[in-house]
């Protein structure tokens, strides 16, 4: 995001403005305006910009092609922006390396403008981008930009009376505070960010701080590498699966065996993760939220092992369908909460959470279950499964001494192909690919593949990608696998689809189950339904793979939680066909 600001005066303030990211500092020369500079004063500004990281903008209203030739070559401007009509008449003459900021009105765009340099302005009106990068302005300041930048997806904002406290008088700390809200860390490319009530954000910025101290000290994480070592069972094993791969095709397929961690899926790493250091921050209880109860399950695991106290909000329908977890996370010592409102399953248990969040942070930690919500969690979820990809890396490197081909994972919420791909994200070489939940068809309602049928907007305090309905409320999601089905996916992985470092694919319901099936038979390993979207994914590519091919694929859980459902219709199913 570009963040330009107009009107400085000052060339200490322009520098730390420079300095605190803005890359665009306009200069004003109309004879007319409060905000006017001399040259002696413009000569200071710009050094004093360039000084700072930034570059000084000449901004030009009505001016005649001389006088604006004239002060672009005293200063040695590299950009100009133009305003009224002698400006934009001059567009043409103007020398071909300069970067134009062009305000748009009325008129028909000038030829000269180069959608691959030059930016449009749109200034109190709605944008029309026709294929340029383009910023917004009028009237933004801290408090709207975020709305604002969100309705319109600029490529860059401008202001100038939204950080002074007088006329023509810009006030460092506001630039500082409209800075950081453009800029705001937890963004990943346009996506994620931080949508919430007012009453969030003090223990958001509280974990944040204690994430990026405590979370990074070596104590901590020496602390978290034992309780991983020795009660979780890491780290996990490689397999290859050479038998699952010879009925499919001929290219070579390594499993990251996280179904063998105690609990029987990645989310233990997690759920340990985030209590310990909640342990640390000196809170007391945890509330977390389950669909299926996978995560509630490893919450209360880590919480019973650290002496916390546990609530879990789960939705009525969903405790229902899984009374076994819900025997399970009671036998661990939590609390399991039952909500009855909505829809009554994850989206409102989540939503639950937030709420007794917002209260209760003095002692609480909420321990949310995947790489979702609004920031810090999406990173700090990221960075607990991180591990999932570093061990992967370095087993397949020492078996093979190279990366694989593609590395693959299912997409629930994101946590478990997070911690897979991180590992990967610079190594070029290697093809990123999600799995989402593809359900019964493509039809809205029918599957949870956002990156398939969804769009973008906000969920549980992140811009991300969702299934929505035109009328942009939150779609209904089916998939047979409990934990792939979410309207919304975490905001990094957004990113990965939209910068195309990853591609996101989307595998049926019975595609899993021929999977689950074929893993169990050939190689003797149950795995997760989730899982197996990865896994049925890979038998649809693998017969054009040749042998020289290796794919590792995340196997994120065990299918043991699974089997009491699946015996009682859709493996009949399979079997008859
Ligand atoms: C919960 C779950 C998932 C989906 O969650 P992500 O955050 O997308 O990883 C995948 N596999 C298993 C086994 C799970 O329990």
């Given at each position: 995001m570009f963040i330009k600001i107009c009107g400085l005066t000052d060339p200490a303030v322009a520098r730390l403005a420079a300095e605190e990211g803005a890359q665009f500092i306009g200069i004003l020369f109309s004879p007319?305006?409060?905000?006017k500079v001399s040259m002696k004063l413009a000569h200071e500004i710009v050094s004093s910009t360039r000084a700072g990281g930034g570059e000084a903008v000449g901004v030009f209203v009505d001016e005649d092609l001389e006088k604006m030739m004239r002060i672009i070559h005293e200063l040695d401007l590299r950009v100009v922006q133009l305003h009224g009509e002698a400006a934009r008449r001059a567009c043409h003459a103007l020398p071909h390396e300069l970067t134009i900021i062009y305000v748009v009105d009325d008129d028909p765009l000038p030829d000269r403008l180069d959608p691959r340099k030059d930016f449009l302005l749109f200034e109190r009106r709605d944008p029309e981008p026709r294929g340029f990068r383009f910023f917004i302005a009028g009237g933004l300041n801290a408090k709207n930009v975020e709305k604002e930048i969100l309705l319109h997806r600029p490529h860059g904002v401008d202001l100038s009376?939204?950080?002074?406290?007088?006329?023509a008088k810009k006030e460092p700390s506001l630039i500082r505070e409209f800075i950081q809200k453009v800029t705001?860390?937890?963004?990943?490319g346009d996506f994620g960010g931080m949508y919430v009530p007012e009453l969030l954000v003090q223990p958001l910025k509280e974990l944040e701080h204690a994430l990026e101290t405590i979370g990074l000290s070596d104590g901590f994480q020496e602390e978290l590498a034992a309780i991983l070592r020795?009660?979780?069972?890491?780290?996990t094993a490689l397999t290859e699966v050479k038998r699952f791969a010879s009925v499919i095709g001929k290219a070579r397929i390594f499993l990251k065996?996280?179904?063998?961690?105690h609990t029987g899926a990645h989310k233990i790493n997690n759920a340990i993760g985030q209590c310990l250091l909640a342990k640390k921050m000196g809170k007391t209880r945890i509330i977390a939220e389950t669909g299926a109860g996978q995560h509630g399950v490893a919450t209360a695991t880590a919480c019973a092992l650290m002496g916390l106290q546990c609530t879990v909000f789960m939705g009525a329908v969903d405790m229902e369908r899984q009374a076994p977890n819900v025997a399970k996370m009671r036998l661990l010592g939590a609390e399991v909460r039952s909500v009855a409102n909505g829809a009554a399953t994850l989206k409102e248990a989540i939503n639950e959470a937030l709420r007794d969040w917002a209260h209760s942070y003095e002692t609480t930690h909420y321990c949310i279950g995947?790489?979702?919500?609004?920031?810090?969690f999406p990173k700090m979820v990221a960075r607990f499964q991180q591990v999932i990809g570093q061990e992967a890396k370095q087993q397949i490197f020492d078996c093979l001494g190279r990366h694989p081909d593609l590395a693959i994972a299912c997409v629930g919420g994101g946590s478990n192909a997070i911690g897979l791909f991180s590992a990967y994200l610079?190594?070029?070489?290697v093809a990123l690919i999600g799995v989402e939940a593809g359900g019964i068809?493509?039809?809205?309602?029918?599957?949870?593949a956002r990156f398939q049928g969804g769009s973008p907007g906000v969920l549980h305090g992140s811009f991300t990608y969702l299934l929505q309905t035109a009328e942009r409320q939150i779609a209904s999601t089916y998939s047979i696998s409990a934990g792939l089905d979410y309207p919304a996916v975490g905001p990094q992985h957004a990113a990965l689809f939209h910068s195309g470092r990853a591609r996101y694919e989307a595998a049926s319901d019975s595609e899993a189950l021929a999977a689950f099936q074929l893993l169990a038979q050939t190689e003797g390993i149950i795995p997760a339904l989730e899982s197996s979207h990865a896994l049925g994914y890979v038998m649809r590519i693998a017969?054009?793979?040749?042998?020289?091919i290796v794919i590792l694929v995340n196997l994120?859980?065990?299918?043991d939680k699974d089997l009491p459902r699946l015996f009682e219709k859709e493996l009949k199913h399979v079997a008859n066909r």
């Amino acid at each position: 995001m570009f963040i330009k600001i107009c009107g400085l005066t000052d060339p200490a303030v322009a520098r730390l403005a420079a300095e605190e990211g803005a890359q665009f500092i306009g200069i004003l020369f109309s004879p007319l305006s409060v905000r006017k500079v001399s040259m002696k004063l413009a000569h200071e500004i710009v050094s004093s910009t360039r000084a700072g990281g930034g570059e000084a903008v000449g901004v030009f209203v009505d001016e005649d092609l001389e006088k604006m030739m004239r002060i672009i070559h005293e200063l040695d401007l590299r950009v100009v922006q133009l305003h009224g009509e002698a400006a934009r008449r001059a567009c043409h003459a103007l020398p071909h390396e300069l970067t134009i900021i062009y305000v748009v009105d009325d008129d028909p765009l000038p030829d000269r403008l180069d959608p691959r340099k030059d930016f449009l302005l749109f200034e109190r009106r709605d944008p029309e981008p026709r294929g340029f990068r383009f910023f917004i302005a009028g009237g933004l300041n801290a408090k709207n930009v975020e709305k604002e930048i969100l309705l319109h997806r600029p490529h860059g904002v401008d202001l100038s009376s939204g950080v002074e406290v007088s006329l023509a008088k810009k006030e460092p700390s506001l630039i500082r505070e409209f800075i950081q809200k453009v800029t705001a860390k937890g963004r990943f490319g346009d996506f994620g960010g931080m949508y919430v009530p007012e009453l969030l954000v003090q223990p958001l910025k509280e974990l944040e701080h204690a994430l990026e101290t405590i979370g990074l000290s070596d104590g901590f994480q020496e602390e978290l590498a034992a309780i991983l070592r020795t009660y979780a069972g890491r780290p996990t094993a490689l397999t290859e699966v050479k038998r699952f791969a010879s009925v499919i095709g001929k290219a070579r397929i390594f499993l990251k065996r996280e179904d063998l961690l105690h609990t029987g899926a990645h989310k233990i790493n997690n759920a340990i993760g985030q209590c310990l250091l909640a342990k640390k921050m000196g809170k007391t209880r945890i509330i977390a939220e389950t669909g299926a109860g996978q995560h509630g399950v490893a919450t209360a695991t880590a919480c019973a092992l650290m002496g916390l106290q546990c609530t879990v909000f789960m939705g009525a329908v969903d405790m229902e369908r899984q009374a076994p977890n819900v025997a399970k996370m009671r036998l661990l010592g939590a609390e399991v909460r039952s909500v009855a409102n909505g829809a009554a399953t994850l989206k409102e248990a989540i939503n639950e959470a937030l709420r007794d969040w917002a209260h209760s942070y003095e002692t609480t930690h909420y321990c949310i279950g995947s790489a979702l919500g609004p920031h810090p969690f999406p990173k700090m979820v990221a960075r607990f499964q991180q591990v999932i990809g570093q061990e992967a890396k370095q087993q397949i490197f020492d078996c093979l001494g190279r990366h694989p081909d593609l590395a693959i994972a299912c997409v629930g919420g994101g946590s478990n192909a997070i911690g897979l791909f991180s590992a990967y994200l610079d190594e070029l070489s290697v093809a990123l690919i999600g799995v989402e939940a593809g359900g019964i068809g493509s039809k809205l309602g029918h599957h949870a593949a956002r990156f398939q049928g969804g769009s973008p907007g906000v969920l549980h305090g992140s811009f991300t990608y969702l299934l929505q309905t035109a009328e942009r409320q939150i779609a209904s999601t089916y998939s047979i696998s409990a934990g792939l089905d979410y309207p919304a996916v975490g905001p990094q992985h957004a990113a990965l689809f939209h910068s195309g470092r990853a591609r996101y694919e989307a595998a049926s319901d019975s595609e899993a189950l021929a999977a689950f099936q074929l893993l169990a038979q050939t190689e003797g390993i149950i795995p997760a339904l989730e899982s197996s979207h990865a896994l049925g994914y890979v038998m649809r590519i693998a017969k054009d793979l040749g042998p020289e091919i290796v794919i590792l694929v995340n196997l994120s859980g065990r299918g043991d939680k699974d089997l009491p459902r699946l015996f009682e219709k859709e493996l009949k199913h399979v079997a008859n066909r």
